[in-house]
């Protein structure tokens, strides 16, 4: 089992920047795939990003370029740097994880993303 916790989110115009991180606690040495993903108003959870444990990522299209998933194995952290943000980005965050073996996936509460335009 592991706890996810994000943070990181907030209001930022068009243009600007973000990082998101998400602390994994309770047995993260378990996680073989992080993520994030992003639910906008009215519509379904969509990926955005993931890393697994051999540090192969992987990102959706609409964000190719301008995001960068990356991990601090010493502080059991993911993150999610986001440059270049668009008004389409905005939405709650979500940062997820696979555990091994069961493949079970745990979600944190999520961090709302606004980007005015």
């Known amino acids: 089992q592991v706890q996810l916790v994000e943070s990181g989110g907030g209001l930022v115009q068009a243009g600007g920047s973000l990082r998101l991180s998400c602390a994994a606690s309770?047995?993260?040495?378990?996680?073989?795939?992080s993520g994030w993903y992003r639910q906008a108003p009215g519509k379904q959870r969509e990926l955005v990003a993931t890393i697994n444990n051999g540090g192969t990522t992987n990102y959706a299209d609409s964000v190719k370029g301008r995001c960068t998933i990356s991990r601090d194995n010493a502080k059991n952290t993911v993150y999610l740097t986001m440059n270049s943000l668009k008004p389409e980005d905005t939405g709650v965050y979500y940062c997820?994880?696979?555990?091994?073996?069961?493949?079970?996936?745990?979600w944190g509460q999520g961090t709302q993303v606004t980007v005015s335009s």
């Open positions: 309770g047995s993260p040495f378990s996680i073989v795939v």
């Open positions: 997820s994880a696979m555990m091994h073996l069961t493949f079970r996936t745990y």
